[in-house]
C-alpha cells in the first residue's frame, strides 16, 4: 500500500505567523482515500533545507504533497527546487503562460514580468491546474530514470509528486478537482466509502463502549472521534468499487443511526444549526431566540446558515436585567426573588421573546458565562435554557464546570441550547434529555 | 545563535483529527526569543519513526521541543523513546510519582498502575513541571558524553530536548512557567523585547510603503503581517538586557502610533471588541446594536469581552423587515422606498435601538452576506452601517465584493461596524473613515 508526506514550505510557518491548515487538510483528504501518512514536515523558504527535505520525503514515502511556494516572488522555490533535486532544466510551459496572461487581461492589468516564473516547471513534469488562481502546480509520476539520476533509494517504486499553492482555497480545489482522483488512479485498487455521524449528548468514551463490538470490525472500520463537546463515529470501508464499498458501510451507519437515536444529530456537514433549520424548514416553523450570558452567539450560529430569514425573525440579546424586564416582560418581582440566572427568569425569557417575535417557538439561555460572577449556588458555567412552545415551558440546568473558560462556557451553552430545540423540534414535545 | 526544532508526535495528527495549534504556538514563541526554528516535523506513534526523528532533530538542531506522547497508554511513547535514543535506562522519579498519587488523591480516585509510566524519565534527565496535568515532561541540557554515545553528529555543541504534552493548555502553561526561562537562561545572551501594534483601515501592502524605510532597520527589526481585514506591524529588538531592548523598541513604536494616528487601534492583546469596550467605559457611555445580516455577530464580539455587562445592556437582531418595523421604528414607507439594505434603514435602525435600549449609542447593520439576495445595484458584499450619538447619524457603505464567502462578509463587516464605533469615540465626532 502506498504511504503519502505532506511538506509545508514557508517562512511564515515556522515563524509561527500562520496555523497549517493544509497540512491537516490533506491528511485528512489522505485518511478518506485510505492512504497513510507517516510523516508531515514543515521548511522554510531556503533551497538547501527543501531539497534535504525533498530528498528525504521522496526515500521513503510514495507520494509528496507540497504546499506553498508557487507564488512569482523570489522567496517563492518551490518548484525550482523540485527542478534541482531531480536534475531537470526548468522549462517554460507555453500553454500555461498563455493562462497566466489571459487571467490578468480579464482583469485589465499587464502581466508582471515576475509571473512569468510561474509558467515554468521541471522538464516532463505534468499540470496540476489551479482554476481560482494564477499559480498551477505539478502533478507527476516521476520516471523510474529521473528518480534514479536524482540518487532516489529504490528508484524502481512508483513516486508522484503533487505542488500546491499555500492559499488554503486554491489548494482544496486543485484537490477536488484533480488531485484526489490522480491519486486515486494511480495508488488505489479500489475505492474508499466513509460516512462520519455526528453525536451530541454523548461523551467519547460512552459512544466507544456502547459500540465496542463495531470498533473492532474491520470492514467497515468504526471509529469515535471528540470535540467542542460533540463526539463523531466515522464508518468507512474499502473496496473494488465505490459501490461495493458504500454497501459496506450503509448497514453499520444505518443500524448506527437507528441505535443512536436522537444522539445521533446527523452526518458529514450537518451541524446543529442547520440541522435546526432543516427541522423549522420541514415543520414550516419559527424561532427566536433571547440571549443574555451568549451574547448573541446562538443568534449567530443559527444565522450563519444560508437561507435562515425563513425561520429567523427578530432575536435580542437581553444582557441587562433591564433589559429582559422591557422587552421579555419578565417581571420585576421574579427578578428580585430568583435572579435572573435561574429556572424562573428563563422561562419568562422564553416566553417573552416568542410572543415578541411572534414566533411559533421561543429560546432562552441565561447563565453566568465568567470569569467572575460566580456565587456558592451558582459558581461560573450555571446556565439555564428556557424553551416555549404551543403554549407550554421546559427549562434545562447546565452545570459546565470551573475548567472551562469564558468562551468555552458560550459554545457549549450554545450547543445544548440549539440542541434542546432539535430535540424539541423531533418529539414536538418537551422531551429533554 | 542557537536553532530550534519541533517535533509534533501523534497519529491524530496525520490522521487530520487535530489541527496542530502547539507547533504554531512554539514558532511564535520561539521567533519571539529570536531563536531561528528551520524545521517542523510531525510523526506518528510509532517507535522507529519517532526514534529516527529525534535522531535527524538533534543532528541538524539545538533545541528540540516535542509534543505529544506523554500520556499514560500504551501509545504514549514520548519519553521511552527519547531513553532509547539516548542509550539511557528509564528510571522511576520517587518525587513525580508522589505528585501525580497527590493529584489522583485530590480527586478521590484511586492512580491507575498505568499512570506510574508518567513518572519514568530517562537516568540524568531534568524534569519539566507540569502544574495543570499529571504528565510532567522532560527539560534538559543533554551531556556531551551522552550525545556521544547516542552518535548525534557534532556532539561538543550544546543540545536541549523539552517535551509537552499535546494538550494544549497544559504546554503553554509548562512553556510560560518554565520551558521559555529555561530556553533564554542556556541558549540567548541577551533579552529580546517586541510589541505588535494593531491595525485596522490599512492594507498589508499600504502598511508596508508606508515604513518601508523602518522596514529596513535592524535594531528594531519591523515586519507587517496581514490577517482578517486588519494588519499588525511587530516592532522587535535584541540587547544585553531586557530594559536595553526595550529602550530600542518603544520610540520606534511611539513613533509609529503616532505616525500611524487612529489607523492603530492598540497592540499586542487588544482586539477591536477589546478596545471599543474600554474607551466606552473610559467615556462612561452605553452601546446596542441592532444587525440583520451579522445575525448577532457583533453582539457576540462585544460580549466575548468579560466585563461588557457595564456597556452592553440590550442588543437586537431584525432579521426580518418585520421586525424592523416593530422593534425598531423603522417606517414602512422607509422599507417600501428604499429596501432594508439601504442607507436609509440603516440610520433609521440605529437610532431605533438607541431608543428602545437606552443607550448614548446605537449601532446598525443591515447588508447582503450571501451566498444569494445580490442584485446588480446591491450586489452581495453591499452592507450599510449606521451610527447615532447625541442625536446625529452618520452611515458608511461597505462593498466587500464577490470573493469572500458568507463567513468572511459577516467577519469583516463586524469589524468595519465595531471600527466605526471605536473611531465616533476618539473622536466623540462623526468622522468615519
Not at 184 to 208: M, R, V, W
Not at 293 to 312: E, F, H, M, N, W
Request: with cysteine.
Amino acid at each position: 500500500m502506498a504511504n503519502a508526506e505532506i511538506l509545508s514550505i514557508g517562512t511564515e510557518l515556522l515563524l509561527g505567523e500562520v496555523l497549517d491548515t493544509n497540512s491537516k487538510f490533506f491528511a485528512t483528504e489522505l485518511a478518506k482515500l485510505g492512504i497513510d501518512c507517516y510523516y508531515r514536515v514543515t521548511v522554510g523558504d531556503n533551497k538547501d533545507r527543501i531539497k534535504a527535505s525533498l530528498k528525504q520525503a521522496f526515500d521513503r514515502s510514495d507520494i509528496i504533497l507540497t504546499s506553498g511556494g508557487l507564488g512569482p516572488t523570489a522567496d517563492d522555490l518551490t518548484t525550482e527546487c523540485v527542478a534541482e533535486f531531480l536534475n531537470l532544466p526548468m522549462v517554460m510551459d507555453a500553454e500555461v503562460l498563455k493562462e497566466i496572461e489571459k487571467l490578468f487581461a480579464e482583469r485589465n492589468l499587464s502581466m508582471p514580468e515576475t509571473n512569468k516564473k510561474q509558467a515554468m516547471r521541471p522538464r516532463g513534469a505534468g499540470v496540476l491546474p489551479n482554476p481560482s488562481g494564477t499559480a498551477p502546480g505539478i502533478l507527476w509520476i516521476v520516471p523510474t530514470e529521473v528518480l534514479a539520476s536524482a540518487g532516489v533509494v529504490d528508484p524502481q517504486r512508483k513516486r508522484a509528486i503533487l505542488t500546491f499553492p499555500g492559499v488554503p482555497s486554491e489548494l482544496v480545489n486543485m484537490w477536488n478537482q484533480s488531485g484526489a482522483a490522480f491519486i486515486a488512479d494511480n495508488f488505489l485498487t479500489g475505492a474508499i466509502f466513509s460516512i462520519e455521524l455526528k453525536h451530541y449528548g454523548i461523551g467519547e468514551s460512552a459512544l466507544a463502549e456502547k459500540y465496542s463490538a463495531l470498533l473492532d470490525g474491520n470492514s467497515p472500520t468504526v471509529a469515535p472521534y471528540a470535540g467542542q463537546g460533540e463526539c463523531r463515529l466515522r464508518v468507512a470501508a474499502k473496496a473494488a468499487t465505490m459501490e461495493e464499498a458504500r454497501a459496506l458501510v450503509m448497514p453499520v451507519a444505518q443500524e448506527i443511526r437507528r441505535e443512536s437515536g436522537w444522539l445521533c444529530y446527523g452526518q458529514d456537514d450537518d451541524t446543529l444549526e442547520s440541522v435546526v433549520g432543516q427541522l423549522l424548514i420541514q415543520h414550516n416553523l419559527t424561532l427566536s431566540v433571547a440571549e443574555s450570558c451568549t451574547g448573541g452567539l446562538v443568534s449567530k450560529r443559527l444565522t450563519d446558515i444560508g437561507g435562515s430569514s425563513a425561520y429567523i425573525k427578530l432575536n435580542a440579546v437581553t444582557y441587562a436585567n433591564e433589559a429582559k424586564l422591557k422587552l421579555l416582560g419578565v417581571s420585576e418581582g421574579l427578578l428580585d426573588k430568583h435572579g435572573a440566572v435561574s429556572d424562573e427568569c428563563a422561562r419568562a425569557m422564553a416566553e417573552g421573546i416568542a410572543r415578541l417575535s411572534g414566533t411559533e417557538i421561543g429560546l432562552s439561555i441565561t447563565g453566568i458565562a465568567g470569569p467572575t460572577g460566580g456565587t456558592p449556588d451558582k459558581p461560573v458555567g450555571t446556565v439555564y435554557l428556557g424553551l416555549f412552545s404551543n403554549g407550554q415551558l421546559a427549562t434545562k440546568r447546565l452545570n459546565l464546570g470551573t475548567k472551562l473558560n469564558r468562551q468555552e462556557i458560550r459554545f457549549r451553552t450554545s450547543s445544548a441550547a440549539l440542541n434542546m430545540v432539535r430535540l424539541h423540534l423531533l418529539s414536538r414535545n418537551f422531551v429533554v434529555q
